[in-house]
């Protein structure tokens, strides 16, 4: 039987090696592509039962974006990451993922999921299962898309009058605008009382990129 052919997205060649040296032990899996965005893994067009995939990137992408652009490609897709942040994980989940496994897991935990996922089959760990199970309401802050706007600006760090300029809205009305979607990231259970807390949300939600991390 062929070995299953794998992808990973992920920035850190550290841990494309690590993956690389677990599945040379195994006969039945191959590591045949890897690249630091899901763009540059696409661009290489190589066949691919599976793609492992890091939910924090330097380029600053979404997970949801970086999922759905593996989907259409006609590619399943396993998390491989730390799981520092566990509402990207309720994203990627709510996503479709086959599953999640950390990076810190067992190497034979590690391969175990990889084998399972890349036959087409749902990886069922803890972190899983809560990120299925234990948020119903994920998508429960409905903010309309003119109020996206003005989180993804105010958030930014630009000054209500500056966003109301750029938006053609009134100081007033954009302080109502940010009155409103904190009301329902409160109603959903994420409160944003401050305006680093809304910059937190505007990230978990795709509106402004994920800060790169020291490399």
Known sequence: MAAKRIGIVEDHESMVLGVRAMLDGHVGLSLMASSDTVEGLLAQQVCLD??????????????TANIEALHDAGLSVLVYTGAENPYLVR?????GVLGIVRKSARVERVVEAIATAAEGNPVI?????????GDPDLDATGLSPRQQEVLSLYASGEKADRVGRMLGLSTETVNDYVARIRAKYAAAGRPAGTKVDLYQRAVEDGLLPIPERDQ
């Open 125 to 133: 760990t803890t972190e899983w299962a809560a990120a299925v199970d």
């Open 50 to 63: 599976l793609v492992l995939l890091d939910l924090r990137l330097a380029d600053g992408s979404s997970p």
């Open 91 to 95: 994203l990627a989940a709510k996503a």
